[in-house]
Each structure stands twice: as structure tokens, then as C-alpha cells.
């Protein structure tokens, strides 16, 4: 995710920032102001060194103290999956991002071979411990789904990438059909998207 920004900003807010890591990763990379909004009190207090400010709260809940306008980048990483109204959420924090400012989602991707097997072959729809059926899911998406919630909350797709997760020999003969079954093998998406106003300035 942290890839697929568009550098320099100044201002990111990490919905779901759980421990820390992405904090204190674009620390690293310089990023001046960086807010986590995260559920777990005990994550959030972990992540507090790498944030300029950490608010525990339900993300669909939490009002947030910023002037509209105030983020040039909003990053959503495997978070949207796990709200009641990820769609709403996403028209909600559009008036914290300024123009041109882009979000990162990463979602997983239901449409996994993997998940179409267990169903097609046994009926078997089993929530686990982790993973794209994870048991706190309460949506699930594809890529067009994904795109739709996106760009209805007025968001521009800049580019998209894929965590391919197949055994070896499906992904060689993904390659030599040309990415063909792309959609099947893609466990999860990062979708970065633009605020409508501005050129493509995502890196691929």
C-alpha cells in the first residue's frame, strides 16, 4: 500500500492502523503527519509513537477533529471488509481529503479460486481464524464491486495491483494464456483512486 502513494504528502490518516507498522513506515519515508484511527485500545496504544495522534473508536463511529480538506492521502488497509457500511465511510472521510488526494484500499478478494472450489465442489461457505473468510468479515467483494463502491464515493481508479496466491503451476499457465485467470488467482487488491479534479498521479 505504502508503495502505491504518490509522493511527496504531508498528511496521511491509516483507517485500521493496528500496531504501528504502516505509522512507522512512512515516518520513515518522511511523511510529516501521519493519524491512525484503530478499534483495539491495546493496538493503539503500540502504535502511538509512529502516529502523530492515534483515536481508538470505531471507525464508522469516531468523529474526527480534522478541517475538510486536511489529508492527502487516506489509507484503508484490510479494513473496509470488516464495516457495516465500508461505502458510507468512504463518502464520509472524501471531505477530509483535499483534491487530488488519493486513498489506498486494500480488499481481499472473494472470487479466489480457492473460495469458488470449496463452494462449487462441497457447498461449503466455512468462516476461519483468518484469510478472505476470515469470521470478522462482514463484506466481501470482487474487483468490479470493489471499484463500484469506490468510485461511487467519488474516487477516480489509478491503479490497481494484485497479491497473486495459486499453486506454482496455475500461475505459469495463467502466464501463458495472458493473465486470463488474473481474477481467480488474485487473493487480494490494492486500489489506489484519485478525489476527482486531478491528473493520474498514482505509481503503478
Known sequence: M??????????VLDVGCGGGATGALLRRKGVLE???I??????ANAAKPYYTRVIVGDAEKVELPFPDSYFDCILYGDILEHLLYPWLLLKTHSRYLR??????????NVRHYRILKRLILS?????VEEGILDITHLR?????????MIEDAGFRIQGIRRKISAVP????????IGGVLSDFLTRQYIIC???????NSCQR
Open 2 to 11: 505504502v508503495e502505491m502513494i504518490p509522493y511527496p504528502v504531508q498528511r
Open 34 to 36: 501521519v493519524f491512525g
Open 38 to 43: 484503530e478499534l483495539e485500545e491495546e493496538a
Open 99 to 108: 483534491m487530488g488526494g488519493v486513498i489506498i484500499v486494500s480488499l481481499p
Open 123 to 127: 457447498g461449503r461457505w466455512d468462516y
Open 140 to 148: 466481501f467483494f470482487t474487483l468490479k464491486n470493489a471499484k463500484k
Open 169 to 176: 503451476w496455475l500461475k505459469i499457465l495463467n502466464s501463458i
Open 193 to 199: 483512486a484519485k478525489k476527482i479534479g486531478e491528473p
